[in-house]
């Protein structure tokens, strides 16, 4: 197969990876692709409130603005904003902000006798893109007891990687990669695409495998790419794709 390498490519997708996230607080922030939370693919996100501790929810890695937020149960749960968030029947003296965070809190709420207790609510936000393209998000929030498994939730901007790319091209385009000596089996990063490509197999979407690796979506693309433009050349393993 004829084709051009440009290692200089690779090396830039190196530098922007930057440093891995540190994942040895992962109990304190979970991703969720902005695909799933807005109905695209899988099922709606889940977002845990425990008692005495709140949870953010963060659309700060989308670099999107929240417009509207409805909660189905405000007896339950209380909202606050990293700005101000004006109602739709806005008061005269409440100016808006861009608030891009929601902290949600857990809040004891009122028993009926005779009524069932619901264990948990919706949480709707509509948010709005800097080309002012308005996404709407759902995400059921339910009750936990005891210590808080994280603290924030982070929403990914969808996967820049084409929908035909798999794990399996990155596999290959790393073993390319490799054979070129433009990454060693020993260096931190290999181990971190080594963690992307387990975690995608356990079922993960490549986003949210990305960030909990510790490694860049353009440097997954890159690989991707290399290896989708490889897959006419004899398979480098069993299970590569």
Known sequence: MNRRWIPWMFVGALVFSGLPMPFAQAQSVVAISADRAQ???????????????????????????????????????????????????????????????????????????????????????????????????????????????YHTVAVQPSSPIHSLFGPGDVRRGLAMAASRDLIRPKQDLWQRLQNFLELTQQGLEIPVAAEQAGVSQELITQLAEWGARARDDPPLTSSDR
């Open 39 to 149: 109905g695209l693919i899988g099922v709606t996100p889940i977002v845990h409130l425990w008692p005495g501790y709140g949870t953010n929810l963060s659309f700060l890695p989308t670099h999107e603005h929240i417009v509207q937020v409805w909660i189905d149960d405000p007896a339950r749960v209380a909202l606050d904003f990293d700005e101000p968030l004006c109602p739709a029947v806005a008061e005269s003296d409440c100016v808006s902000g861009n608030p891009s965070v929601i902290h949600l809190r857990r809040i004891q709420g009122l028993d009926f006798e005779h009524l069932p207790s619901a264990s948990g609510t919706l949480l709707t936000v509509i948010t709005e893109a800097t080309n002012g393209e308005r996404h709407l998000y759902e995400f059921r929030i339910e009750f936990g007891d005891g210590d808080p498994d």
